[in-house]
């Protein structure tokens, strides 16, 4: 069978292939977006590859690079030759997924994300997303399934795509806090009579990268860890998560010190008054998940919180 390749491809960060872009990719400002830097070094790199084609041309790739192959790319969306796309490789590792950003250039308001896998792991996470996806189809901030395909080799699904800017704080807001309580009623919070402690609906790793905003709106993606958490798992998440990997050098007590208040106001709505215990419940859970991944700077950082004087 002829090997089918795509013409040009280029790739960024410039020290390893991890966003694959196609040739005509530049045109579209929303397949742009979905690489979002976060530090000043990724920032200065990636202006310099948008913005100067001969930077761009010394990072030149080809179809065999791709994490999925031209011929799956067809079998899902058919032709590829009106799709122009930018595609994310993901992290290496049992649980790697590839997605992907897609424009019809023959119709530039077609467009799909595509998420894709074919580990064990990564089919499982797939296959939870499209069913949390399914139970979220009447809510605005998440996208809505087009087509799926599960089986015990791979899965993969296309969803809409919003019109919408990457979040770009970093820092807890009255926003943010009012959008957490009103995710955590999707499922009724209910008490657990085996661990003593309330359970809510959660996205699961909402942190900034997870989330968009339109105009007034917050539109939250990815969803493969959606399910039913601990009360206040995705308010510590935003909070510690984010600061973990974007300020490694920020202690976990300067961390608590300035989002104090937000877990006073979030339990208070709820009627809790022991969220340091759910604070530890939470670091508990994250030194189990952080041990089995192998997260060994991460692991470290929760340990700590477990172990922080609230008092």
Request: charged share 20%; hydrophobic share 40%.
């Amino acid at each position: 069978m002829e090997h089918k390749e795509f013409s040009r491809i280029y790739y960024f960060p410039f020290w390893r292939k991890q966003f694959f872009f196609h040739k005509n990719a530049g045109a579209y400002s929303v397949l742009l977006s979905f690489y979002h830097p976060y530090v000043f070094l990724a920032k200065v790199c990636w202006f310099s590859w948008v913005k100067i084609p001969f930077v761009k041309y010394l990072f030149s790739a080809n179809s065999r690079d791709l994490p999925i192959s031209v011929q799956a790319f067809e079998e899902i969306l058919g032709t590829t030759e009106k799709w122009v796309w930018v595609i994310n490789k993901g992290s290496e590792g049992p649980f790697q997924k590839t997605t992907g950003l897609f424009i019809n250039a023959l119709r530039p308001t077609e467009k799909l994300f595509l998420k894709y896998g074919k580990s064990a792991e990564a089919i499982s996470l797939i296959k939870n997303e499209i069913k949390v996806l399914q139970q979220l189809y009447d809510y605005e901030f998440a996208s809505k399934i087009i087509q799926y395909k599960m089986d015990d080799d791979m899965a993969y699904f296309t969803s809409t795509v919003f019109t919408a800017q990457k979040y770009s704080g970093e820092t807890m807001n009255t926003k943010l806090l009012d959008f957490i309580i009103k995710m955590n009623a999707i499922y009724p919070v209910a008490l657990n009579s085996y661990d003593g402690f309330y359970y809510g609906f959660g996205h699961g790793d909402f942190c900034p990268w997870n989330l968009l905003t339109d105009k007034e709106n917050i539109i939250v993606v990815d969803w493969e860890m959606g399910g039913n958490y601990l009360i206040g798992h995705d308010l510590f998440t935003f909070v510690f998560q984010s600061s973990f990997l974007l300020h490694p050098n920020r202690t976990v007590e300067e961390i608590y010190s300035d989002n104090k208040i937000w877990f006073v106001l979030f339990f208070n709505h709820f009627a809790i008054t022991n969220y340091s215990d759910y604070l530890v419940k939470f670091a508990s859970v994250k030194v189990q998940d952080k041990t089995i991944s192998g997260s060994k700077a991460l692991l470290e950082k929760y340990k700590d919180l477990k172990k922080l004087n609230t008092v």
